[in-house]
T-cell receptor, first 112, second 109 residues
Framework: DTEVTQTPKHLVMGMTNKKSLKCEQH?????MYWYKQKAKKPPELMFV???????INESVPSRFSPECPNSSLLNLHLHALQPEDSALYLC???????????FGPGTRLTVT | GIQVEQSPPDLILQEGANSTLRCNFS?????LQWFHQNPWGQLINLFY???GTKQNGRLSATTVATERYSLLYISSSQTTDSGVYFC???????????FGKGTLLTVNP
C-alpha cells in the first residue's frame, strides 16, 4: 500500500476560525512532511517530522501549528489565517533512510 | 542552495508524439525524483532516480549525476499525460525536497 490520504479535500475558513488538516499513511514511514503550493508554483516545504519529532521548520508563521501524534498521523492546525494562506497543502511521507517521498492528494484551502 | 532549472517551461503535443523534458542542476545532487501533478493537484511519483536509467511503460528517465542533469522521456503521449512535470532533489542529511519550476505539458487529442 503506497497511499497517503489527506482530509478534507477542500476547506473554506474565515480568518478567525480554527481548523485542522489531517494526513495519514500506512507504509511504515517514519518521516512526514507538510508542503504548501500556490497556484502555478512548485510545492514549498513547511515542516518535517522524523520519528514523530519536528526536525525542520522552514520559518513558517505560528498560525500554522504541526502535530505528529503517532508514526502514521500528521496534523496541521490552522488559526487566524490570512487570505494569502489560501493554497494547496500537501502531505508526504518517506522512509527516514531513503529520500523518496510519496504525496497525498492535498487539501485545497481557501481563507475568506 | 542548489539551483534547479527545468526545460521547456511549456510544451504542447499532439496525441501520439514523443517528448523529452530536462532538469539541470547547478551542483551535484544526491537524490532526484520526477513527479507528475495532474489537473486535480495530485503529485504522482514517476521515478526515484539518483543516477542511471529507469523505464516504466511509456515513460523512462535518465540521470547523469556527474554532468548534473536528468531527462524524462514520454513516448506515444496520451491526453492523460497532461499536467505539470516536476523534478525535485534532496541531499545530505536534509530531507527537504526542492522542486524545479516544472514543465506544463498539454497533450491534445
Amino acid at each position: 500500500d503506497t497511499e497517503v490520504t489527506q482530509t478534507p479535500k477542500h476547506l473554506v475558513m474565515g480568518m478567525t476560525n480554527k481548523k485542522s488538516l489531517k494526513c495519514e499513511q500506512h507504509m511504515g514511514h517514519r518521516a512526514m512532511y507538510w508542503y504548501k503550493q500556490k497556484a502555478k508554483k512548485p510545492p514549498e516545504l513547511m515542516f518535517v517530522y522524523s520519528y514523530e519529532k519536528l526536525s525542520i521548520n522552514e520559518s513558517v508563521p505560528s498560525r500554522f501549528s504541526p502535530e505528529c501524534p503517532n508514526s502514521s498521523l500528521l496534523n496541521l492546525h490552522l488559526h487566524a489565517l490570512q487570505p494569502e494562506d489560501s493554497a494547496l497543502y500537501l502531505c508526504a511521507s518517506s522512509q527516514v533512510e531513503r529520500y523518496e517521498q510519496y504525496f497525498g492528494p492535498g487539501t485545497r484551502l481557501t481563507v475568506t | 542552495g542548489i539551483q534547479v532549472e527545468q526545460s521547456p517551461p511549456d510544451l504542447i503535443l499532439q496525441e501520439g508524439a514523443n517528448s523529452t523534458l530536462r532538469c539541470n542542476f547547478s551542483d551535484s545532487v544526491n537524490n532526484l525524483q520526477w513527479f507528475h501533478q495532474n489537473p486535480w493537484g495530485q503529485l504522482i511519483n514517476l521515478f526515484y532516480i539518483p543516477s542511471g536509467t529507469k523505464q516504466n511503460g511509456r515513460l523512462s528517465a535518465t540521470t547523469v549525476a556527474t554532468e548534473r542533469y536528468s531527462l524524462l522521456y514520454i513516448s506515444s503521449s496520451q491526453t492523460t499525460d497532461s499536467g505539470v512535470y516536476f523534478c525535485a532533489y534532496s541531499g545530505g542529511s536534509n530531507y527537504k525536497l526542492t522542486f524545479g519550476k516544472g514543465t506544463l505539458l498539454t497533450v491534445n487529442p
